[in-house]
């Protein structure tokens, strides 16, 4: 299984960006999927979390009002729409896949990763 992501780049802070991360195999479907980020000299952080089905989603109480995941199971994508960016929101941004299902905000539970894209937002 591979994943990977795109969309990442510079932007202005209040800017927004759509990342996108392709999966690749033919049980997409029946992974929950989840968006971490990881800043300069920090652990990696859980951002959102989606259901197989998408019907579902949990996200970081810090970013829950501006970033929102959604997924395409007939594209194998999933992906995280982030407006109203912040400084503090630059990091590497990866998307995993949890064989399971559980869609939570626990590293270990994610069976498969992505390389990262970077996001930075300037001030």
């Known amino acids: 299984v591979q994943l990977v992501e795109s969309g990442g780049g510079m932007v202005q802070s209040g800017g927004s960006l759509r990342l996108s991360c392709v999966v690749s195999g033919r049980i997409f479907s029946s992974y929950a999927m989840g968006w971490f980020r990881q800043a300069p000299g920090k652990e990696r952080d859980f951002v959102a979390a989606i259901s197989r089905s998408g019907s579902s989603t949990y996200n970081k109480d810090s970013v829950k009002d501006r970033f929102t995941i959604s997924r395409d199971n007939a594209k194998n994508t999933v992906y995280l729409q982030m407006n109203s960016l912040k400084p503090e929101d630059t990091a590497v941004y990866y998307c995993?896949?949890?064989?399971?299902?559980?869609?939570?905000?626990?590293?270990?539970?994610?069976?498969?990763w992505g390389q990262g894209t970077q996001v930075t937002v300037s001030s």
């Open positions: 995993a896949a949890d064989r399971r299902g559980a869609g939570t905000r626990i590293i270990s539970d994610y069976d498969y």
